[in-house]
């Protein structure tokens, strides 16, 4: 989908104006990652148009003067974006600083729009010609704090977007390898592409989208999203956190399958755990990848023992495998392409509804629900209303007699008579009258 950045200095109100735009509608699905999200980065929605709105005030560099900060975020939002709205403050004008940010941002043939902002009623209206000395056409008046204006700034955004379909090959298996600098991304990314038998199709990198890197290995086709190190490294904010979460967040978004890598020899930081529950809320399938398993000293037990440690510190990542490897040395990536296959297959796997209830009615047999809420659930059928990921609809008499302990419990049963390695699973309960 296409991006939309917000940009302007301090104060200005842009993150008044992206939570209009996105509205409530932004999700925190589980806190299970201890992840709390930023909102700089979320879907919007506007006459069934779809596209992807990022508030670069939200990337911070600690203790970065005002030109650094507004530097990096005008060169996020040209990096990333395919519109940029630039706010500024109706009420005071044009400022020196709103200058320097439109010579920032002239160099960047995107359209880019402006938005006039706490033009909060007609007293104000007049305020706006000013901003014509910017040089970036028509300002448009917006109230972000009224909710003024909004749906006009939003008929611009859509009309200067390109909504054609991205057309893609549904046998072909698409994803993403992410995870905290340094852990071994382009290693591994170049030593998938140099395996054996692996057959790059075409390397593009000229647009922001086309960072992706088709190939072929044993007859399947596979496509690598936003290829690590295929990106100009060295810009400054690349280091940010914030940053590194929203390049991964876009890749996840266009991906089937996410491989997380962590670095085996340094053991896992806070940081891999806000990567791997963003892989984890987004749905998709999800492999874990220990990498630098070369550096470690280890004995048959070692791996063993990994396992179990990473199995505690991820524990929502329960349904993802796990591979040890070595980018440098090649040990077990060869093993990695069939974890992804089975992983993309089971994330779009449909089961038969009748087998489906079956199940669920054996699940009931072994352990019987029990009274919780004041009341004891009664499952009467279930379906499987979508894929990525398999989401079942249980109807009941009262969902909130769903313990979270015995959805567990039917998750694992489901995982376990289907075979849902790789992919998370939802399960949604429906009061059935
Ligand atoms: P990225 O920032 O995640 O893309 O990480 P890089 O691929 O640039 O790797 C960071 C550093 O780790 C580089 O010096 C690599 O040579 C090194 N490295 C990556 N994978 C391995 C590995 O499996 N074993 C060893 N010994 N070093 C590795």
Redesign the pocket.
Known sequence: ASVVAIVGRANVGKSTIFNRIVGERISIVEDVAGVTRDRIYATATWLTKEFRLIDTGGIELKDASFVTQIKIQAEIAIEEADLIVFVVNGREGVTQEDEYVARLLQKTKKPILLAVNKIDDNAFINEIYDFYSLGMGDPIPVSGSHGIGIGDLLDEIIKNLDFTEEEFDEDEIRFSII????????????AILGEERVIVSNIEGTTRDAIDTAFEKDGQKYRVIDT??MRKKGKVYESIEKYSILRALSSIEKSDVIVV?IDG?RGVIEQDKHVAGYAHEAGKGVILVV?????VEKDEKTMQKKEKELRSQFKYLDYARIIF?????HQRVPQLFPLIEESFVNSHKRVQTSVLNDVLVDAQAINPTTTFNGGRLKIFYANQVSVCPPTFILFVNDPQYLHFSYKRYLENRLRDSFGFEGTPIHIICRKRD
Do not use: C, Y
Request: hydrophobic letters at 30%; glycine letters at 12%; a positive charge.
């Open positions: 995870g905290r600098p340094n852990v071994g991304k382009s290693s591994l990314t170049n690590a190190g890598v020899q990498n630098k398993w070369d550096l490897l070595s980018a440098k040395t």
